[in-house]
T-cell receptor, first 115, second 116 residues
Framework: EPEVTQTPSHQVTQMGQEVILRCVPI?????FYWYRQILGQKVEFLVS????????KSEIFDDQFSVERPDGSNFTLKIRSTKLEDSAMYFC?????????????FGPGTRLTVL | AQSVTQPDIHITVSEGASLELRCNYS??????LFWYVQSPGQGLQLLLK??????LVQGIKGFEAEFKRSQSSFNLRKPSVHWSDAAEYFC??????????????FGTGTQLKVEL
């Protein structure tokens, strides 16, 4: 069964450094998402991406964040200058629009630790 | 804006006992509702979903959920819990995005412990 994959599983970085989190969505999917979960808190929507552009972003997704689909398979989340509060689990998800239904399939997550 | 409340942070049940996890949502239009499960070190796995039609939906692993519009609820049930069901369970409501796709709003999750 196809699945969403994410690398790395755990990333440790120093405050102020740039990080890139990578995701490979399911191959025939068209919509791509990033969510994050700070320890002990809810899973929160960050951004959705369709047709090579952002379709919606949350207030969390400020200028420090960017997303890209550099080739036909990868979907990346870049944090330009990490802060301590960016420490969280980051989940990638993808979906394919089938009529009026839309189910998101999630990857296993990348745990980002900012020191 | 949509929101989801899962009133129970932790639940402990004995193996073989029945289970009900509560979920209440707030959303202005017809909701798209989901239950996901997360085992340690794993991603979020979809258990079941409700878009329209029959208000009792069946999912994987023997789970079911009932949509009750009058109560704004979408509770998850299982008649007989197995030790492997121990995990964290998340209820979510989806809002359609203008460009297509759904933005999911999650509850805080319920941690299920199963006693043997």
């Amino acid at each position: 069964e196809p699945e969403v994959t994410q690398t790395p599983s755990h990333q440790v970085t120093q405050m102020g450094q740039e990080v890139i989190l990578r995701c490979v969505p399911i191959s025939n999917h068209l919509y791509f998402y990033w969510y994050r979960q700070i320890l002990g808190q809810k899973v929160e929507f960050l951004v959705s991406f369709y047709n090579n552009e952002i379709s919606e972003k949350s207030e969390i997704f400020d200028d420090q964040f960017s997303v890209e689909r550099p080739d036909g398979s990868n979907f990346t989340l870049k944090i330009r200058s990490t802060k301590l509060e960016d420490s969280a689990m980051y989940f990638c998800a993808s979906s394919v629009l089938a009529g009026s239904t839309d189910t998101q399939y999630f990857g296993p997550g990348t745990r980002l630790t900012v020191l | 804006a949509q929101s989801v409340t899962q009133p129970d942070i932790h639940i402990t049940v004995s193996e073989g006992a029945s289970l009900e996890l509560r979920c209440n949502y707030s959303y202005g239009a017809t909701p798209y509702l989901f239950w996901y499960v997360q085992s340690p070190g794993q991603g979020l796995q979809l258990l079941l979903k409700y878009f329209s039609g029959d208000t009792l939906v069946q999912g994987i692993k023997g789970f079911e959920a009932e949509f009750k519009r009058s109560q704004s609820s979408f509770n998850l049930r299982k008649p007989s819990v197995h030790w492997s069901d121990a995990a964290e369970y998340f209820c979510a409501v989806g809002a359609r995005l203008t460009g297509g796709g759904n933005k999911l709003t999650f509850g805080t999750g319920t941690q299920l412990k199963v006693e043997l």
